[in-house]
């Protein structure tokens, strides 16, 4: 059986041929970007918004389901990170729950948030219940899509084999990304998914395939691993387990599936779209679950969020090991152009003046700004992942989920400022709940439930006022 370090000099690893393809497959990502805004400006002559914000409404099944895919997966030193210290509970926490969601927003949300014609999930509430309840969901929808979590795993990659500091290493990650991706709207970063999507599925592939044939299967990993990694809710209670339900139903209300929904040529297109998706990402969390256990069964004392990286690089062969590196790295940069390119959109879109709307030059200063704010909550969550999803995501969900669905699904309206009023009672008693509850209440209660909890009680509780208020 080989011998692992828990903290290998990853450089020492590599061979001039996982250079070669390492750099081949980076500068064939870049390229497809340059060659996105190319095909955009030949097609058309000028910049055209709808063009550049949702591709005109022209992205087909294969480009959905590559760029939809790809863009879900930056986080993946986070998932890894989760499955190393807790098993399966990973599978469950980030792959089950989402599966759910993912399914009802194709069976149950495509047709009815198409049929608006809107741009993005903003301009829908806006159209939905009126012009406060869409910058109120900007502002939310903004910070939910900051992309700091990716900055975070990019900075992550660069300093586990360059040995800069964490800081300089997002820093120059960051620069190099922002390099290409303010060019060519979407386009762009559909088709530089395209390439991200075979690298980083293939790689994770490869990752569970030689770790199967070296070590063994299930038995190696029981053997080897406590019993709570093969518990569902591993060593967490059932309410701490249930918060990822929670935060998973946020996917109704993600922009970034509203984006690829409002960019698909038809409603036909997005529901096969996702639930096609739904089965490549069930392959993929898979592989990556089990890869990070394999991980902690074979190197314990390695750091948790570096240790499928460092597990991996020396697990595989030559060549296959830059092909695994270029894998990472493709699943962190397809996410992280998507989020800034998402969030300078919401910035230059959502919360500025119609005439701001049609400067170019606008919308790539948008982008710049989003990826610096990013570096600064980066350093504000001191790197930590697990805790930036949990925190936004939750904001996100527990402010916005309850009265998008009950527009969605109700056919009682409720007005522009009942939406606004909503969400923002949610924020503040949450924020209230983090600031004043006990530890163990908060460790018992989730702030999630609480801004759930208070936007259902403001809503009906409102209506309930003012029907009282109209009889009388």
């Not at 409720?414 to 209440?441: H, N, R």
Request: charge should be positive; glycine fraction near 8%; proline fraction near 3%.
């Amino acid at each position: 059986m080989p011998t692992f370090e828990s903290a290998p000099d990853i450089l020492s690893l590599l061979t001039w041929l996982d250079w070669s393809i390492f750099f081949s497959i980076l500068f064939l990502t870049i390229a497809f970007v340059f060659y996105g805004d190319l095909r955009a400006k030949k097609t058309i002559n000028k910049f055209d918004l709808i063009d550049h914000l949702i591709m005109g409404r022209r992205l087909t099944t294969p480009f959905f389901i590559a760029t939809l895919v790809a863009t879900w997966y930056g986080g993946i030193f986070g998932v890894t990170q989760i499955a190393f210290n807790k098993g399966i509970y990973n599978f469950i926490t980030q792959g089950v729950f989402w599966y759910i969601a993912y399914i009802i927003f194709a069976l149950f949300l495509v047709d009815k948030i198409t049929s608006y014609k809107a741009v993005t999930l903003p301009d829908l509430i806006h159209k939905m219940f009126g012009p406060k309840s869409g910058k109120i969901a900007a502002i939310f929808n903004f910070f939910n899509v900051l992309p700091i979590a990716y900055v975070i795993s990019l900075g992550l990659f660069i300093k586990s084999f360059s040995g800069f500091d964490l800081n300089v290493s997002m820093v120059l990650g960051l620069v190099c990304v922002l390099s290409y991706s303010v060019w060519g709207g979407l386009r762009s970063i559909v088709l530089s998914d395209v390439i991200q999507f075979f690298v980083m599925c293939i790689g994770v592939f490869l990752v569970i395939g030689f770790s199967v044939s070296t070590f063994g299967g299930m038995s190696f990993l029981k053997s080897s691993l406590p019993t709570h990694y093969f518990s569902l809710t591993s060593d967490e209670s059932i309410l701490q387990t249930l918060i990822w339900g929670f935060i998973a139903l946020s996917t109704l209300v993600d922009p970034n599936f509203y984006q690829r929904c409002f960019a698909a040529r038809d409603t036909i297109t997005a529901k096969k779209g996702i639930l096609i998706s739904t089965g490549v990402w069930i392959l993929f969390d898979l592989s990556t679950t089990f890869g990070a256990m394999y991980a902690k069964a074979v190197i314990p004392d390695a750091n948790s969020g570096e240790a499928y990286l460092f597990y991996s690089t020396q697990l595989l062969p030559n060549g296959l090991r830059g092909f695994f590196l270029a894998g990472i790295l493709a699943t962190i940069l397809s996410t992280l152009d998507s989020y800034l390119f998402l969030a300078g959109t919401t910035l230059t879109y959502d919360l500025s003046s119609e005439k701001s709307r049609k400067n170019p030059i606008f919308h790539y200063l948008g982008v710049v700004f989003v990826g610096a704010l990013s570096l600064v909550f980066a350093n504000f969550f001191e790197g930590n992942i697990k805790m930036v999803w949990k925190t936004l995501g939750s904001y996100s969900a527990g402010c916005l989920l309850f009265p998008v669905l009950i527009g969605h699904f109700s056919k009682r309206k409720f007005s522009d400022e009942s939406f606004m009023g909503s969400c923002l009672s949610a924020a503040l008693v949450m924020t209230l709940w983090q600031i004043f509850a006990p530890k163990a209440w908060i460790q018992q209660l989730d702030s999630l439930y609480i801004g759930i909890l208070t936007s259902c009680i403001f809503l009906f509780g409102l209506n309930k006022f003012l029907k009282r208020k109209s009889h009388s």
